[in-house]
Nanobody, 123 residues
Framework: QVLLVESGGGLVQAGGSLRLSCAASGRTFGAYAMGWFRQAPGQEREFVAA????????YYADSVKGRFTISRDNAKKTVMLQMNSLKPEDTAVYYCAATTSGVTLVERTYNYWGQGTQVTVSS
């Protein structure tokens, strides 16, 4: 069982940066691949980034590639999402998720989800 709690969301101007954090509970955090997803108003939730347990495997959505960076600290049981050069279209609720299925872009393979944190980018 893994409990995930996101933080770091907020309001930022276009071109700015935010760093999201996801704190995990449970003794086996290091065994999980981690992902970030987002859901904008009126839209389906979409994949943003994913990272394997050993940080070797990473995936990014094309829309964030080169601007966002996912990282993790297994000792602190934390996964981060550094978001730079933010755009108004990045506005969404951002969710942290954990999976035992290996690093993956597929939402349905994620076993555990946080409650989400709101990111709003003004133009």
């Amino acid at each position: 069982q893994v409990l995930l709690v996101e933080s770091g969301g907020g309001l930022v101007q276009a071109g700015g940066s935010l760093r999201l954090s996801c704190a995990a509970s449970g003794r086996t955090f290091g065994a999980y691949a981690m992902g970030w997803f987002r859901q904008a108003p009126g839209q389906e939730r979409e994949f943003v980034a994913a990272l394997s347990w050993n940080t070797v495997g990473t995936y990014y959505a094309d829309s964030v590639k080169g601007r966002f960076t996912i990282s993790r600290d297994n000792a602190k049981k934390t996964v981060m999402l550094q978001m730079n050069s933010l755009k108004p279209e990045d506005t969404a609720v951002y969710y942290c998720a954990a999976t035992t299925s290996g690093v993956t872009l597929v939402e349905r393979t994620y076993n555990y989800w946080g409650q989400g944190t709101q990111v709003t980018v003004s133009s």
